[in-house]
Every structure is written in C-alpha cells, then in structure tokens.
C-alpha cells in the first residue's frame, strides 16, 4: 500500500483509492443504519471508528497504527460528514474552501490562496458531500437548479454551481465563518491604528450614519461586527442579513434573515421586506449586512427619518466607488426615484464611508474614512478623514494619516456626550481639505 502523501491542511494520510474504496464499501455492509441514526453525532463517530478498526484489524494490510488512524478518521468523515473536506474545516487557519471539480482543492490561509495534495476519489463522491450540504437548507441541486447557496450544519455559508453551468465539475465554495475580531484585534493585526478606531467607535456611539466600503472579502462583515461593539447596551439593534455571519454582543439584538425561493420558486423574503419590516420593529439602530439592490432606497429613506445610527456594508474598490454604487443600487429598486432626489437622499443620509483594502501581501486594511462633503442635490463631494500612505516597505502596508474632521461631525461626536478623538484637525464643513467631486 502506498501512500500518496500529505494534505497540507490536515496533515492526514491518504491511501490508494482501491483500498479506500474497499473499507468503504466494507463499512456499509456492516452498518446497521436504523441503529446508527439513534446516536448522537459523537456516538455515530466513535461507533464508526469501532466497526472500522475491527474490519482493518481482520482483514487489514499491515499498516502502522498512524496510518490506520489516518484512514479509519478519513472513512468516518465520509461517512458521517464532508469527507476530506473535514480536516479543512477543522483548520482555524483556513479562512476559505475552494473546490473546483474533484481533483482541484484550494484553500485560503492569511488572505494567500493555496492549492491542497488532495482530492475526491470520484465526481461522485464530490456530489454526494455536495447534497449532504444543500439537503441542510432543504435544497437540491441539479441541471434544472444547478446555483444553490446553503450552510453547513456550523453555519457556514456555502455557494455550489455545477455542470453544464460550471466547466470544471461541480464547483463548491466554502466561506469559513469570519473570525469575531474585536477593534483592538484589528489593531494589533495593522488593519487601521488607534486613533482612527477612536473616531469611528465616536462616530458610531455619536450615532452618524455610516457605511462600510471594500472589495469582495476585503472584511467588511469583520469591520461591520467589530464596529457594532460601539452601539450602547440599552439601544434595540435589528440586524438584516444574506446569511447571517453578525456576532453581536449587546444583550438587545433581533437578528433577521433573509430567505432565498424554494425549490418551486416561491417563499423569497429578500432583504428589502426584511429591511421594510425592520422600520415596524421599534429599532434604535438598524444594521443591513450588505446592501446589494433595491433595499438600499428604504435604507437612505430609513436614515433620513430617524434611524440614525445605521450602519451597512457595500461592494465598491473605492469610497467614490461606494457613493456610486449606492446610487445605482437605490435606482434598481421598483420605484422610479429621479436622480436629483436620489443625490439628496444620499447627501443627507450617509455621514462617513470606511473603505477597506486588500493590499499585495493579502492584508486586509482601512485605506481610507471619507466623509460626504455634498448638500441636497449636489453633485458628490467627498473629503478624507483619514488617508492611507502606501508604503509597500511598511510592515501594515502603509500608515493612516488624519486630513480633517468636519466641524458638523466633531459638534455630532459632542452633542453625544464624547470628547472629539485628539489628532484630527477640525474643519468648517466648507473648508474641509482635499474635497473631491466624485465621477
Ligand atoms: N483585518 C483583517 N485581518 C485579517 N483577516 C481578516 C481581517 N478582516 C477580515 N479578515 C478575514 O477575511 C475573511 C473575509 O472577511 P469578511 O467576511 O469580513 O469580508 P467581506 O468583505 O465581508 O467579504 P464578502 O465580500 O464575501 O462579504 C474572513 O475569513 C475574515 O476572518
Ligand atoms: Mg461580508
């Protein structure tokens, strides 16, 4: 028997495919299933291992103990979960799983991308962990429905596309759980120093509107969560999400979820009715996982009559990419909004942008906070708060540097009860340095 060697991931030992295949088969003739599912998801296991290590034991190669463990952990994760993806799940170094057909297993560890020695022994047995995973959210996937989002059993959010839209086989794509990191996790990581973190745990506490800004897992859900510890316990949050990833802390949070069609395409709830529900719900503050269409135009009209305090992520390379997009997102909703209202919805909802980065070496970072320097039906003007000085020679990438805080933001922060953070030079809301229209 030989082996065929390591995952980088696991450090598991695989085995031929042919002996693999054996024990396999081997173990499901064995199994009594009714009894099976009785256990516990514990009991299972170690029921599993037991079968299995007597059937090696009779009928085995000779194979040291290490090795047998190896393959008897490798048979019982196929059998009872997501098979060699398991061990990759168990990894907390593993931010992302990405499968690209049954010979193409890349993983994602500190923001680089690497390709794992590993692979399902067939595009079946690919398949078969795939179904385990939609038949969770109740799902099936096939030609007729061949995109499906699902979670693991963890929660994990899952996408799955398969043939013929997908050329590679069938494609799976999981999103480990993003870590809870706190603000000072962030600052130790060299995501953004503590100076900005003061402002914006300011801005948030001081309840100005503000949005989350960054390329696609550039960690603005993280942001989003660590930002959110600022919001004050007595205040009732309502979160709206895709999926829900939000860990929150306060005591007084109503977390909502969005829900995709059924499998006869009927039953949506989308983030726009979560979003319209969530103006009935008496909240204090109201936090939209991502805006992605039309939600965003009940998401300004909420920010403009009270519900200050908002917070939201978007999918925008730039904080003038952010405006943009927000704008073109509230125009997808079914209401026709002219432009120039939409401009002074925007103008007067949004108060700061916080974009995010992916620099070179994978890091992710705050490259800027921005602040709308715009009124009424202007056309976008946006001003740095703070602006990040690439320096690829810098451990982080590169240092925050303050420009100016508006005087309106400073009097805000204040009025609430704060002292304004030190380091960042007041300016009348006119004079604001740097201010730039935005394209
Ligand atoms: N500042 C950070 N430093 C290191 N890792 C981070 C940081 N922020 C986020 N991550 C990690 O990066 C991954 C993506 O983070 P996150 O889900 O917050 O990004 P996102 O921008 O919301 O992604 P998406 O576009 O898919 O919504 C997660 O695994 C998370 O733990
Ligand atoms: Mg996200």
Known sequence: ???????????????????????????????D?????????????????????????REGPVITLRERNALVRQLVDEALGLGILEPLLDDGSVTEIMVNGPDDIYVERAGRIEKLPMRFTSVEQLYQTIDRIVAGVNRRVDESSPMVDARLAS???????????ALNGPVLTIRRFPQPYTLGQLIE???????????????????????ISGGTGS???????????????????????????????????????ARPANTEGSGLVSIRDLVRNSLRMRPDRIIVGEVRGGETLDMLQAMNTGHEGSLATVHANSADDSIVRLETLASMSEVP????????????????????????GGRR???????????????FR?????????????????????????????????????????????????AMPAAREVS
Do not use: W, Y
Request: a neutral charge; charged letters at 25%.
């Open 382 to 430: 946006l001003a740095s708060i703070v602006r990040l000085d690439v320096d690829p020679d810098h451990p982080h990438g590169g240092l925050l540097r303050p420009i100016g805080l508006p005087a309106a933001i400073a009097d805000r922060i204040r009025r609430s009860g704060q002292r304004v953070p030190g380091g960042f030079p007041v300016h009348g809301d006119d």
């Open 1 to 31: 028997m030989s082996l065929l060697g390591r995952s980088a991931g696991g450090g598991d030992v695989r085995l031929e495919s042919a002996d693999v295949a054996t024990f396999r088969s081997k173990l499901l003739s064995e199994i």
């Open 33 to 57: 299933l009714s009894e099976l599912t009785a256990l516990s998801p514990a009991q299972r296991r170690a029921r599993l291992e037991r079968m299995l290590s007597a059937i090696m034991g």
């Open 337 to 360: 909004v002219p432009s120039d209202t939409l401009r002074d919805q925007i103008n007067s909802a949004i108060e700061v942008v916080v974009q995010l980065s992916r620099t070179a």
């Open 219 to 257: 960690g603005k859900t993280t942001m989003l969560n660590a930002l959110s510890s600022a919001i004050p316990d007595d205040e009732r949050i309502v979160t709206i999400e895709d999926s829900a990833e939000l860990k929150l802390q306060q005591p007084h949070v109503v977390r909502l979820e």
């Open 189 to 211: 990581l060299g995501s953004l120093d503590l100076p900005t973190a003061e402002l914006l745990v300011a801005c948030v506490r001081a309840k100005l509107n503000l949005v």
């Open 155 to 165: 929660g994990e959010r899952v996408n799955v596309i398969v043939p013929p839209l």
């Open 365 to 379: 970072r705050v490259s800027e906070v921005a602040t709308l320097a715009s009124r009424h039906r202007e056309q």
